[in-house]
Nanobody, 125 residues
Framework: QVGLVESGGGSVQAGGSLRLSCVAS????????MAWFRQAPGKRREGVGS???????RYADSVKGRFTISRNYAKNTLSLQMNSLKPEDTAMYYC???????????????????WGQGTQVTVSS
């Protein structure tokens, strides 16, 4: 059974940094397509960044240059390093996994079958 558990969320002032982690069980992060999504109240879930089996990454324009996705093979975890945080980054952040996707480095939520429960990130101005 697949499980994804996020951690690392919290409250931070604008300009600060946070590092989110997603511990995977029942799958190996290096062999799945992995991604981070976020959802703010009243808004649709949006893709933040994704990583494929080869390690290539893709980011939403809104976070490009500020966020970095990485994998730790030994710990079987996916991480999201978030720097220069802005109030508009406030949202619940979710880790997601898929064996296949409809497009390369997909940021479409419908492409991902496995989801974590989320971790809240709040950025104050």
């Amino acid at each position: 059974q697949v499980g994804l558990v996020e951690s690392g969320g919290g409250s931070v002032q604008a300009g600060g940094s946070l590092r989110l982690s997603c511990v995977a069980s029942g799958l190996t992060v290096s062999t799945y397509y992995m991604a981070w999504f976020r959802q703010a109240p009243g808004k649709r879930r949006e893709g933040v960044g994704s990583i494929d089996r080869g390690g290539s990454t893709r980011y939403a324009d809104s976070v490009k240059g500020r966020f970095t996705i990485s994998r730790n093979y030994a710990k079987n975890t996916l991480s999201l390093q978030m720097n220069s945080l802005k109030p508009e980054d406030t949202a619940m952040y979710y880790c997601a996994a898929a064996w296949t996707t409809s497009q390369t480095l997909s940021l479409e939520a419908n492409d991902y079958r496995h989801w974590g429960q989320g971790t809240q990130v709040t950025v104050s101005s």
